[in-house]
């Protein structure tokens, strides 16, 4: 895709979720950095630039990128969501949670992206039963990349070691086994 329409900025998009899940976090900071090069006020581009920065602990220049889309954009829920793991990651639990309305929970409950980024939230957090309750909810609507949940995404760590956690890790992997589309 990417030699085909290069100036795309969904193109680089596209790469940078594909390397981001497969646990490929600088090259997913590269692709979702060209993206936001060509499109700097995109969600999409925002979006998919901010969280390889954040995987990859470059917090500054994450802070600089949500704070321009705080000012374009002041509510909008993947700003809110992504700020919140930010604020999570930095230690500071009451920043974190202070922007998890009900009407935000409710939009990220379904949100196959922000699933696993709420319970990365929860687990940053030491609320053990509500990142599971998110992770479990994530399979049942079709979360499964094993891989990444059981291994790549640093910041469910602190479950890694909990029973229910490898219950659910078998689910997924079956799941991500027996996947047919």
């Known amino acids: 895709m990417i ?7 969904l193109t680089h998009v596209a ?3 594909l ?3 497969e646990g490929r976090f600088e ?7 060209v993206a936001y090069e060509l499109d700097p ?15 990859n602990r470059r917090f500054e220049e994450a802070w600089d990128v949500l704070d321009r889309w705080r000012d374009a ?6 700003l809110l969501a992504v700020t919140s793991v930010l604020h999570a990651i930095q230690g500071k639990k009451a920043e974190s949670k202070a922007l998890l309305t009900e009407q935000l929970l409710a939009l990220m409950w379904n949100d196959t992206v922000a699933i696993w980024a709420m319970a990365d939230l929860y687990a940053l957090n030491g ?34 070691g909990e029973e ?18």
């Open 3 to 9: 030699q085909s329409d290069p100036l795309n900025c």
């Open 15 to 17: 790469s940078a979720v």
């Open 19 to 21: 390397l981001f899940y």
């Open 27 to 33: 090259a997913a900071l590269d692709a979702g950095r």
């Open 41 to 55: 006020e995109g969600i999409f581009s925002r979006g998919w630039y901010v969280m390889p920065l954040i995987w």
């Open 73 to 78: 954009m002041p509510g909008h829920a993947w």
């Open 127 to 160: 609320e053990t039963e509500e990142a599971l309750k998110w992770l479990e909810h994530g399979l049942d609507i079709g979360c499964i990349n094993y891989p990444f949940l059981s291994q790549f995404d640093p910041f469910l760590e602190s479950l890694r």
């Open 164 to 181: 229910r956690f490898k219950k659910l890790m078998d689910r997924v992997k079956y799941e991500w086994e027996h996947f047919e589309e």
